[in-house]
T-cell receptor, first 114, second 116 residues
Framework: AQSVTQPDIHITVSEGASLELRCNYS??????LFWYVQSPGQGLQLLLK??????LVQGIKGFEAEFKRSQSSFNLRKPSVHWSDAAEYFC????????????FGTGTSLTVIP | DTGVSQNPRHKITKRGQNVTFRCDPI?????LYWYRQTLGQGPEFLTY????????KSRLLSDRFSAERPKGSFSTLEIQRTEQGDSAMYLC??????????????FGPGTRLTVL
């Protein structure tokens, strides 16, 4: 079955520490990959996306993600977390052969402690 | 451009009542999507429109749910005879013309429905 897995439901990091959020997908072909962030009361905001080419993609707010085909993973990273990064993070895929709706993971809630 | 807007932001209703939500997409976007997000879950696709045509519906969209986009601009999502299991955040998203799968979907803030 097709799926997007975010194994970490909740992560707590100290401000200034590095961050890695995990995402794995299970599809027959390489999908398009996205990371969105959702703050309370706000809509989902796109952080970055992978379509093709360079497997390390840069996004907004200092985030980056690396696509690893062999591991079917698209992990999100940030070298130094800020208190304002506290939010819910969702990994999403769009299938290349249908191209319409997104499939989302269950999300990872990030808490940043001073 | 004010982004995707949704109204109301919150709706509390009693079981068995009908509710209707509205989504106003970004003006030049011809694709419009509805998702449902329950607590602790990611958004789940419900349906999407290209202009006024509803092109796909998820099996999550029971017969009690209906969506319209009469003039290819705003869209409404109606739930008839609401059930407690309908309690969720309903998200709307829109996408630029062409609708390629890699194009970013822009999300509204959502309508939170509580069914008592």
């Amino acid at each position: 079955a097709q799926s997007v897995t975010q194994p970490d439901i909740h992560i707590t990091v100290s401000e200034g520490a590095s961050l890695e959020l995990r995402c794995n997908y299970s599809y027959g072909a390489t999908p398009y990959l996205f990371w969105y962030v959702q703050s309370p009361g706000q809509g989902l905001q796109l952080l970055l996306k992978y379509l093709s080419g360079d497997t390390l993609v840069q996004g907004i707010k200092g985030f980056e993600a690396e696509f690893k085909r062999s591991q079917s993973s698209f992990n999100l990273r940030k070298p130094s977390v800020h208190w304002s990064d506290a939010a819910e993070y969702f990994c999403a895929v769009a299938l290349t052969n249908t191209g319409n709706q997104f499939y989302f993971g269950t999300g990872t809630s990030l808490t940043v402690i001073p | 451009d004010t982004g995707v807007s949704q109204n109301p932001r919150h709706k509390i209703t009693k079981r068995g009542q009908n509710v209707t939500f509205r989504c106003d997409p970004i003006s030049e976007h011809n694709r419009l999507y509805w998702y449902r997000q329950t607590l602790g879950q990611g958004p789940e696709f419900l349906t999407y429109f290209q202009n006024e045509a509803q092109l796909e519906k998820s099996r999550l969209l029971s017969d009690r749910f209906s969506a319209e986009r009469p003039k290819g601009s705003f869209s409404t999502l109606e739930i008839q005879r609401t059930e407690q299991g309908d309690s969720a955040m309903y998200l709307c998203a829109s996408k630029v013309s062409g609708g390629a799968s890699y194009n970013e979907q822009f999300f509204g803030p959502g309508t939170r429905l509580t069914v008592l």
